[in-house]
Nanobody, 123 residues
């Protein structure tokens, strides 16, 4: 099992930046595919970015490519999401997740989820 805790959300003006963190405990997160998702009010949970299991490859949603960067610190068992040039449409609760598949963009492929952290970009 793995436990996930997100942090780093907040209110930021359009064009600004935030860095989210996802701290993992339990089994080493190299054993899992690790991903970031977000969910805006009234919308389905949306894939943002992920590491393949083992961390060798990253994949991004087209909506964030070039603005968001996923990274990890294996020594700290922590994954990050650097978000730049934030837009009002990025407003959502952001979640990190872990799953045993090699990689996936589908939320139901992930077994473990954090509680989420709110990101708000006013229009």
């Amino acid at each position: 099992q793995v436990q996930l805790v997100e942090s780093g959300g907040g209110l930021v003006q359009a064009g600004g930046s935030l860095r989210l963190s996802c701290a993992a405990s339990g089994r080493t997160f190299n054993s899992y595919s690790m991903g970031w998702f977000r969910q805006a009010p009234g919308k389905e949970r949306e894939f943002i970015a992920a590491f393949t299991r083992g961390g060798g490859v990253t994949v991004y949603a087209d909506s964030v490519k070039g603005r968001f960067t996923i990274s990890r610190d294996n020594a700290k068992n922590t994954m990050y999401l650097q978000m730049n040039i934030l837009k009002p449409k990025d407003t959502a609760i952001y979640f990190c997740a872990a799953g045993q598949q090699f990689t996936s963009r589908l939320p139901n492929a992930y077994t473990y989820w954090g509680q989420g952290t709110q990101v708000t970009v006013p229009s």
